[in-house]
């Protein structure tokens, strides 16, 4: 039973254009949400991250959206740069609860930015 | 060194093998994280330690074996591997069990 879904396996977006990458949940428990990305060879790296006290959050291009009442986050990356190609994870977390730093990922979108 | 470091990269094992994976990190952080991530499936929490003690064993067999003789340094012992054990196993760290993890590049591992 996977909490955490990323329905699209992949996405390809034009230089310069938005990329939307989008994420589902199904535990109400869950209160943090994070993307990380990950470029091939390496490990997933941090991007951003949100509180479900907030329903937006901005970081330079990339921000992220949540919708609790819809169980649904998104990430906008404007404008997309070819250097964005990668895999995102979405990820989430019971916060409130004692799950000493246990995320719970989805299986990740690839990202395909053309110049 | 920097960041987060795992060793070796790539191993192949039979099922008889007894093997260590290593990860070592230079952030200063206290919390150290095992995961595993098969083709198709998204990555899988395995163990978490904070402050060498382990906080979290996320139903793991017991083939593998998680050591964690200081802050820095995390270990993954296996034996008597299956082939569908075959995986690419992350190492994180971060500051307290926070949420903003920092993953080393993985060790790609094949149990023939």
């Known amino acids: 039973d996977q909490q955490v879904k990323q329905n699209s396996p992949s996405l390809s977006v034009q230089e310069g254009r938005i990329s939307i990458l989008n994420c589902d949940y199904t535990?109400?428990?869950?209160?943090?949400f994070l993307w990380y990305k990950k470029y091939p060879a390496e490990g997933p790296t941090f991007l951003i991250s949100i509180s479900s006290i907030k329903d937006k959050n901005e970081d330079g291009r990339f921000t992220v959206f949540l919708n609790k009442s819809a169980k649904h986050l998104s990430l906008h990356i404007v404008p997309s740069q070819p250097g964005d190609s990668a895999v995102y994870f979405c990820?989430?977390?019971?916060?409130?609860?004692?799950?000493?730093?246990?995320?719970?990922f989805g299986q990740g979108t690839i990202l395909t930015v053309h110049p | 060194e920097t960041g987060v470091t795992q060793t070796p990269r790539h191993l192949v094992m039979g099922m008889t093998n007894k093997k260590s994976l290593k990860c070592e990190q230079h952030l200063g952080h206290n919390a150290m994280y095992w995961y595993k991530q098969s083709a198709k499936k998204p990555l899988e929490l395995m163990f978490v330690y904070s402050l060498e003690e382990r906080v979290e064993n996320n139903s793991v067999p017991s083939r593998f074996s998680p050591e964690c003789p200081n802050s820095s340094h995390l270990f993954l012992h296996l034996h008597t591997l299956q082939p569908e054990d075959s995986a690419l196993y992350l190492c994180?760290?971060?500051?307290?069990?926070?949420?903003?993890?920092?993953f080393g590049p993985g060790t790609r591992l094949t149990v023939t």
């Open positions: 990820a989430a977390a019971d916060a409130g609860g004692t799950s000493y730093g246990k995320l719970t």
């Open positions: 994180a760290s971060s500051r307290g069990t926070g949420y903003e993890q920092y």
């Open positions: 535990n109400s428990m869950f209160d943090y």
